[in-house]
């Protein structure tokens, strides 16, 4: 069909004036008077709707004049600028078919519904107002994502999400199986008979596809993962589910200074993409979502990024303990309420914190000079607390093995991954960017299940 | 570190002659005269690696004569033109820092290994010249349809990996739970417990998105996905992956002939995006892999996709009946050889076959007026045969609920589907592109396995 997105029409009204144009979309709205009605139709393409005009010298006036919210229409009419109106403009119509009708009990009326409600309707929601902005952001938040890194050269990985790897964080996993549950087959011993199983061995849902792209890494020096990723945590919160986005660059000959580089950059080249390309969504969170909003991503994407280390961080915090639910001190892991505090109250804008204790992070971390912290960086921003993770990777071969045996894992396991430190190491860094905490951060969106098109959390997996 | 990238050495050469620079990468030989060498160092970014020559004047001479294939290097350097030589340039070294060494039992010897062996090093395979073109290639080819679908408004759309849609084709799928397996929890009935599952019911991996896909067509208007999908399929080919990537674009107020035309524009764009931004890359599998790659993809690109009926396809197929191992008749499911015949012998261009009989395809295609097809599609190419599968949906409530019916589908579990198909009900259409088969195309690669960074199939699920 040769329709006009209303998008065009909108960025482009002038070559639209006083042309005969089809558009396709579905009704927000129909009003009616004696010999005439209106009906507002959004196609999705453009966050505002368009204003249809139709008089009763059309054919099916009748049955236009009873439209239900909800019904798809195909209109043809002219596009005449309103200069005296609200709306810039109004589709006059001279043909309005009814391509699929809606019903009176439409779960979606004009009204307000609230957020809960709306999750119960996850097939329909996209047609709100507040979720045509958010998943519009989200798919551009994705693309400006894969442009910045391919801008760049870098090589997007696919890491795999089915993993063999076993153990470490098990318990926090996702099995993934075809053995009949109803009837597990088992070994003679009584445990489980893996070889029946699809991969004749236990097999994960991935929870991060940082190590097999470091192997990439140490073969095209610049890469990205952008994937899903799972994780089995018993917690009902408003940030955390069990399927989420994760991006996860990782460079080769580069230091944790590099990857702060590479992160900031990053952040800001987000911001500015969504700032760009969806004016009109984020003007609609900055009024109704989040009023804040605009402020702080234009007070990001113009200032540079804070930096202090951890050490530091943990002497300012402890001035301020009596405030904090958890008290700070050195060894501890800090908690959203710290780390909000600092990019909240002390820097009032992005700061990096970094060299963390090594008890507190993971092995695979660079040990600094001093033995006792890492060369790991969190990315704090206001609103959010931590919203990105990285750190220089540990390169030497015989420091890494060192680790490894004092947390008691295995080398064979890992063995692919001694191999990187074996033939060529070099210095290398990444981080980790959770995909839905950067769409919140972006739209003020406070609950992660409403930036998610369907989302699995525990006891809720629908459609 | 400041380095310079090989891929702008290359890109900008004029720019950097006689200037002094850094560069990182890893070593593909080093071969030493009396009191001088040449090194050929790859840094990832670039296909061609660059040759760096050495004099005895450097200080850790005898330290770089010794390196090995494989070890990680920072080299500073002038960089020279040669016109008489056969590479366009090469780096005098001022400085070599070994990096990271290697060992002379480095598994990527400068020798030519087959694709079995390296296989079984996924994580080293990206460092030779097949795999790091192939995988280069899969990074742009991903990019180009996301910038396709992006410059077209398309909203990219994460749709659910983890299902909770039980029963149809449940014997191709991967089930994901949490449960003990060595300990399944039974009810009083003796079945498997799921209210202790982490979703409180079945849970598997999901095989395509298209259904919740259509769900943000028909609010979006034009949307496509680009996710993982699963088939635990026991087929051991060189076709089929347990885990691989698609595509799924859905568009609303659209028929076959959008659906055709959008496919159409999708793989030439990606076709073009891969010529212009991997010449070197496409050369080589040209040279070393698919000696008609080039002339294929160019005759792509430049002409019409034929269009061919499955009915007048079979008359002509039918005809040949002699050559194929199964005979063709109406109403059997045509097999790759069929495919390829009409691909390549008849039409020598991609072709659309459209209208497939109903009883072949899925109860969610449109029916035909004649009742008896549905407005089906696959894109046949040269060398692989269907590349991509699609269809307009069926959008008429009665039609789909009779068809429903007739396949003993659960109405209950496809509400939220025939919900669509209440409230504003629109013409629509997709497909399905299959991204490793899409990657297979573009590098005449022969095996599935080799164009995943990590693949999973029956019995193999390595790092």
Redesign the interface.
């Known amino acids: 069909?040769n329709?006009t997105?209303i998008?065009d029409i909108f960025r482009n009204k002038e070559e639209y004036y006083d042309q005969k144009i089809t558009i396709?979309?579905?009704?927000r709205s129909n009003r009616n008077l004696k010999n005439f009605g209106f009906i507002v139709l959004n196609?999705?393409?453009f966050f505002e709707p368009i204003q249809v005009v139709y008089g009763n010298g059309i054919e099916n006036y009748e049955e236009v004049e009873k439209v239900n919210v909800?019904?798809?229409l195909?209109v043809t009419g002219v596009l005449v600028p309103t200069p005296e109106a609200k709306q810039p403009f109004e589709l006059q119509a001279e043909t309005i078919e009814i391509?699929?009708?809606?019903?009176p009990d439409?779960?979606l009326q004009k009204k307000r519904h609230t957020m809960e409600y709306l999750r119960t309707i996850?097939?329909?929601r996209?047609?709100t107002n507040t979720?045509?902005a958010v998943?519009?952001v989200?798919?551009?938040c994705?693309?400006a994502i894969?442009k910045f890194f391919?801008e760049r050269?870098f090589?997007?990985?696919?890491?795999?999400?089915?993993?063999?790897?076993d153990a470490e964080g098990a318990g926090e996993m996702?099995?993934?199986?075809?053995?009949d549950?109803?009837d597990?087959p088992k070994t003679e011993d009584g445990?489980?008979d893996y070889s029946k199983d699809?991969?004749?061995?236990p097999?994960n849902?991935t929870v991060s596809g940082q190590l097999?792209g470091e192997?990439?890494a140490?073969?095209?020096?610049?890469i990205y993962t952008f994937?899903?990723t799972?994780r089995?945590e018993?917690s009902n919160t408003t940030r955390h589910a069990?399927?989420f986005?994760m991006i996860e660059p990782e460079i080769?000959?580069?230091?944790l200074e590099?990857d702060m580089i590479l992160a900031e950059s990053m952040l800001k080249y987000v911001i500015n993409y969504v700032l760009e390309n969806a004016p009109e969504e984020m003007q609609f969170f900055n009024k109704f979502i989040d009023k804040g909003l605009l402020e702080r991503l234009n007070n990001v994407v113009s200032n540079d990024f804070a930096r202090v280390t951890y050490t530091e961080a943990v002497e300012i915090l402890k001035k301020h303990n009596d405030k904090f639910e958890y008290k700070v001190e050195w060894g501890c892991d800090l908690q959203t309420e710290h780390e909000r505090f600092l990019t909240e109250q002390i820097y009032k804008r992005p700061v990096f914190v970094t060299d963390y204790p090594k008890d507190i992070k993971a092995f695979y971390m660079k040990l600094n000079d001093d033995n006792k912290t890492v060369a790991a960086v969190d990315c704090l921003v206001p609103g959010i607390g931590e919203i990105i993770g990285g750190s220089q990777r540990e390169?030497d071969y015989d420091k890494l093995i060192t680790r490894m045996k004092e947390l008691g894992l295995n080398e064979e396991t890992y063995k692919?991954?001694l191999?990187?430190?074996?033939?060529?190491?070099?210095?290398h860094a990444g981080f980790g960017l959770g995909f839905e905490r950067c769409v919140m951060y972006l739209t003020g969106m406070g609950n992660i299940r409403d930036v998610?098109?369907?989302p699995?959390t525990?006891?809720?997996?629908?459609?």
Chains 1, 2 share one sequence.
């Open positions: 069909m329709l997105n998008r396709g979309g579905w009704v196609d999705g393409t909800g019904a798809a195909v391509e699929g009708a809606s019903t439409y779960p996850s097939h329909l996209p047609r979720f045509e998943f519009r989200r798919s551009l994705a693309y894969h391919q050269g090589v997007y990985v696919h890491t795999p999400l089915i993993t063999g790897s996702f099995q993934v199986t075809t053995l549950l109803n597990v445990k489980v699809f991969f004749s061995k097999a849902l097999n192997t990439y140490m073969a095209f020096k610049n994937g899903p799972f089995a018993d069990a399927e986005w080769a000959f580069a230091d590099d390169d692919f991954y191999d990187l430190r074996k033939y060529g190491t070099a210095r998610i098109p369907f699995r525990v006891n809720n997996c629908e459609l």
